[in-house]
């Protein structure tokens, strides 16, 4: 069995666990405005993959079945029996795999620029890049994603500070793993309640909205207007209070 890690976390606020997770290179500190604003409704928990920001890793090794399992001992330890878990971008892959997975540990799925697998060209073409980015250019590949993750200049040192914490290795081979993630075959299995965010102009990732509408029993999707990709750190305002709205109606 692989050895567990001593993961990080952070929690604010009581209610409705929910669960947020980041994607490759980047750290829990994106959500700082979910902790801000969400929880006075809920129980925010927001955490540090293995490999990234303040959890180490014990191994080279990283799978996306791996960081379900970190994320069960991690609930285990909060004594959070069932939750909300929402994946942004990427960490969406760990977020759909823990549902399939641990179903009786989710209340609902939350799928910010989601998608159940990298199967569009240009998709590959943009994981391939941080492939490439965090094996040879590190500092270039956490500049960019600071830059693109901050709302204000003090979030965007703030986020390239706790990202340099992490292993540029780890974040390798998790794009790695995330570029050959595939549980397209298995959505039909999600029973619980899928929400969606897509920017209107994050052309990327629309399409995939299709895919689930047509295997999921019970989705709801929001288009934000005008936006791009990084919806809960760029529209948070709206971000939060569409996804408030819906834990209230998931009760």
């Given amino acids: 069995m692989e050895q567990q890690v001593r993961t990080f976390y952070e929690e604010s606020g009581s209610g409705q666990p929910v669960v947020f ?26 955490y540090d993959l293995r490999g990234h920001g303040n959890t180490p890793c014990p191994s080279d090794k990283v799978s996306i079945p791996m960081m379900a399992d970190d994320m069960l001992a991690l609930l285990d330890k909060l004594g ?20 399939l997975r641990y179903p009786e540990r989710v209340k609902g799925l939350v799928l910010p ?7 569009s ?25 600071a830059w693109t993750h901050q709302v204000t200049s003090q979030d965007g040192r703030e986020i390239k500070a706790e990202s340099k914490k992490g292993s540029p290795s780890l ?28 920017g209107s102009r994050s052309f990327y990732f629309l399409p995939f909205r299709k895919v689930y509408q047509k295997l999921v029993s019970h989705v709801k999707t929001v288009i934000v207007p005008g936006a791009f990709h990084q919806i809960p750190v760029k529209q948070y305002q709206y971000f939060n209070g569409e996804l408030a709205r819906w834990l209230t109606e998931i009760k």
């Fill in 21 to 46: 997770i980041h994607p490759p290179a980047l750290t829990s500190r994106i959500f700082s405005y979910q902790h801000k604003y969400l929880s006075s409704c809920s129980r925010v928990i927001t």
């Fill in 80 to 99: 959070v029996q069932k939750a909300v878990i929402c994946g942004y971008s990427a960490g969406g892959s760990i977020a759909q795999e823990f549902a």
């Fill in 113 to 119: 620029g989601g998608f159940p697998q990298v199967a």
């Fill in 121 to 145: 060209w240009l998709l590959q073409r943009e994981f391939r890049l941080g492939i490439y980015l965090a094996k040879h250019h590190p500092n270039v590949l956490v500049n960019g994603l």
């Fill in 171 to 198: 974040w390798h081979r998790l794009y790695e793993e995330s570029l050959n993630y595939s549980c397209t075959k298995r959505l039909p299995q999600l029973e619980v309640p899928l929400l969606l965010f897509y």
